[in-house]
C-alpha cells in the first residue's frame, strides 16, 4: 500500500474495536427509548406518575449520556479522529453526546414535574403540569433515539472506512518497501 494512503487509515483492528462499544451504545439507547415509558398501554398517564421511577430515568439517562461523552473525548484525543473517517465519526459522535443531554435534562424536568405535581391544587396548573410532563417525557425518549441514531451512523462512517481496507489491503512482508539508505554523514574519510 503506498505510504500517503496508509496515512488516511485507521487500522483494521482498531476500527473493530471502536465499532463494538458503539453498536452496544446505539442498542442501550434505543432499547431505552422503547423501556422507559410515562404513558400505559392506553395512552394515559397514571393518577399518581412515580417521581423516584421518573427520576430513575433521568439518573440512568445522565450515565448512558456520561458513557457517550467518554467515548466522544476519548475518540477525539485519538490520532484517528484526524483523518476523513474519524473527522466523520467524530462529527456523528459530538451529535450524539449532545441528544443524550438534552435526553437527561428533559427526563429530569419530567421527574421534577411529578414531584411538583402533588403540590399543586389547581386542576388547571395540574393539567398544565401534566401536560408538560408528557411533553418533556416524549422529548426525552426521542432524544435518546436520536442519540442512537448518530451512534448508528458513526458505525456507518467506520464500517465504510473497513470497505477502504478491501480496495486497499495492507501489503504483505515482501511488498513492504524496503528502507532507503542512510543519507550522507557529516563524517568524511
Known amino acids: 500500500m503506498k505510504p500517503d494512503i496508509q496515512r488516511h487509515l485507521i487500522s483494521r483492528e482498531d476500527v473493530l474495536r471502536l465499532i463494538g462499544p458503539l453498536n452496544a451504545m446505539e442498542t442501550t439507547f434505543s432499547e431505552s427509548a422503547q423501556k422507559w415509558q410515562l404513558l400505559d398501554e392506553s395512552g394515559h398517564m397514571p393518577a399518581a406518575p412515580s417521581f423516584t421511577e421518573l427520576f430513575q430515568h433521568a439518573t440512568e439517562a445522565q450515565d448512558l449520556s456520561r458513557d457517550v461523552f467518554r467515548l466522544t473525548g476519548r475518540f477525539a484525543?485519538?490520532?484517528?479522529?484526524?483523518?476523513?473517517?474519524?473527522?466523520?465519526?467524530?462529527?456523528?459522535?459530538?451529535?450524539?453526546?449532545?441528544?443524550?443531554?438534552?435526553?437527561?435534562?428533559?427526563?429530569s424536568e419530567t421527574a421534577e414535574a411529578a414531584l411538583n405535581l402533588s403540590r399543586v391544587t389547581s386542576p388547571a396548573d395540574q393539567r398544565y403540569l401534566k401536560n408538560r410532563m408528557v411533553i418533556d417525557h416524549a422529548a426525552a425518549r426521542a432524544y435518546l433515539r436520536r442519540t442512537s441514531e448518530a451512534m448508528r451512523d458513526a458505525v456507518k462512517e467506520l464500517n465504510g472506512h473497513l470497505d477502504f481496507h478491501r480496495l486497499f489491503p495492507a501489503p504483505s512482508r515482501r511488498e513492504r518497501p524496503v528502507p532507503s539508505p542512510p543519507g550522507p554523514s557529516g563524517r568524511h574519510r
Open 77 to 107: 484525543a485519538s490520532p484517528h479522529s484526524t483523518i476523513r473517517a474519524g473527522r466523520a465519526a467524530l462529527a456523528h459522535l459530538a451529535r450524539a453526546s449532545t441528544m443524550s443531554a438534552h435526553a437527561a435534562s428533559h427526563f
